[in-house]
């Protein structure tokens, strides 16, 4: 099966509402993300890619992770090509300057973000969370990520994914 893309703003409909509203705020600014509709039980980043011929490597996942300190719990984006693992307890941890760093609870992750989980994207995500990329991710010409639904996937460059305004880029990976 092929994907057909289409300018994301064109079907918003494909899109959840955090991040049909981001994408219409930042769009000039970071270039045409496209979208493609999807069978929504083949989101999952393996299934997907096998039954849609999409490579690991062209495929990148939003990692959610808490970060604590204090008392206090933080939460941060990070963006991996899925032939990838984030250095949750390293890099990630240090960078965010937490005591304890681990992945945001699934049903957290939902709710904060208003997004289906396995859809989750670094588009229309809470102001005050920043956005760790990837460098591998950042050169990356068109990366396929999450649409914040599981029906279907958005592709942006790794540039403009390094460009949103709360996004820094790091190599993430242990």
Same mark, same amino acid.
């Given at each position: ?14 899109? $959840?509402?955090?991040? *049909? ?21 083949? *989101?999952?980043?393996? $299934?997907?890619?096998? +039954? ?15 970060? !604590? ?24 941890? +240090?960078?965010?300057?937490?005591? !304890? ?39 990356? *010409? ?10 279907? !996937?958005? *592709?942006?460059?790794?540039? $403009?994914?390094?460009?949103? !305004?709360? $996004? ?7």
């Amino acid at each position: 099966m092929t994907l057909h893309w289409v300018p994301a703003t064109e079907r918003i409909d494909l899109l $959840a509402d955090p991040v *049909a509203t981001a994408l219409s705020e930042i769009e000039p600014e970071i270039g045409q993300v496209e979208v493609a509709e999807i069978d929504p039980g083949l *989101a999952d980043t393996a $299934a997907f890619c096998e +039954r849609y011929g999409v490579t690991l490597d062209e495929s990148a996942n939003c990692v959610v992770v808490a970060a !604590k300190r204090g008392g206090e719990t933080r939460y941060a984006a990070c963006m991996v090509l899925a032939t990838m693992r984030v250095d949750v307890n390293g890099v990630v941890r +240090r960078h965010l300057d937490a005591r !304890k760093a681990s992945f945001a609870p699934m049903d957290d992750a939902v709710r904060l973000t208003g997004m289906e989980y396995g859809g989750i994207t670094p588009l229309g995500l809470p102001e005050e969370w920043p956005i760790l990329v990837d460098a591998h991710v950042a050169r990356h *010409a068109r990366v396929v990520i999450g649409s914040g639904v599981r029906r279907s !996937k958005l *592709a942006v460059s790794g540039a $403009a994914l390094a460009g949103l !305004k709360r $996004a820094e880029v790091l190599s993430l990976a242990g």
